[in-house]
């Protein structure tokens, strides 16, 4: 059994599909099926299948020709339909998960400040430049969850890399792709985090990282909600 084969079994069980994030404007291209499911860990089965309902729904639409593929809708739509209303059942669940991740990783960031060694420091750099030059949002996608990764062991607490990867890979499940400018400001963070700790400055990598990941709350599509 493939690895693709394990997460599609997985996705089907619990019937959950990922959700849009709000930062992708009308008309954005979405990278193809392979790319969004290498980013969200998932089969390219299930991905497309809810590529498929959003453009039932009316959130994305496929264009054909020499721009073809598919796109975030001109309007999209806020109706009462059947994926939208599936994305807002599992609304106050990403929430919760939201604020799980905050608390984990505020935390994460005031011990680091005080433990990270030069090496942790310049792995995370590494990382930084990476994203950097990363041009397609799953490649982005993977490299950011190894850098939160990597950031929880400069902790120097090994018990703590396992609730909080959970977390992470949890709330990763409601993500699809969205535009890189986006995702250039978020490695900016990253990269304002990394400072603070050569600093060892707990309480500015506390702030940075409540910033970082309060924005979820206000960025993300955790259902369409009605305007």
């Excluded at 497309?48 to 309007?75: M, Y």
């Amino acid at each position: 059994m493939t690895q693709g084969e394990r997460h599609e079994d997985h996705d089907d069980q619990d019937g959950r599909r990922p959700c849009v994030r709000s930062s992708a404007p009308p008309g954005e291209r979405l990278p193809d099926t392979a790319q969004i499911a290498d980013g969200l860990g998932a089969g390219e089965i299930t991905v497309r299948r809810a590529l498929v309902s959003l453009c039932a729904d009316g959130v994305l639409e496929r264009r054909r020709g020499r721009n073809g593929g598919t796109h975030v809708a001109a309007n999209p739509a806020h109706g009462t339909v059947t994926a939208a209303e599936a994305y807002r059942s599992d609304s106050a669940a990403v929430h919760r998960l939201i604020d799980h991740r905050l608390v984990l990783e505020c935390g994460i960031a005031h011990l680091a400040s005080a433990h990270a060694a030069q090496g942790d420091l310049s792995e995370l750099q590494d990382m930084v430049e990476e994203m950097d030059r990363m041009p397609s949002w799953a490649g982005f996608h993977g490299c950011d969850e190894r850098f939160h990764l990597r950031l929880a062991q400069a902790t120097g607490i090994p018990a703590i890399a396992t609730p909080y990867g959970a977390v992470l890979r949890e709330l990763y499940r409601y993500y699809l792709p969205y535009p890189m400018e986006a995702l250039r400001e978020s490695n900016t963070e990253h990269r304002r985090l990394i400072d603070a700790l050569r600093r060892k400055d707990a309480a500015e990598a506390g702030e940075i990282a409540r910033r970082h990941v309060e924005a979820l709350h206000h960025t993300m599509f955790v259902g369409l909600t009605k305007d």
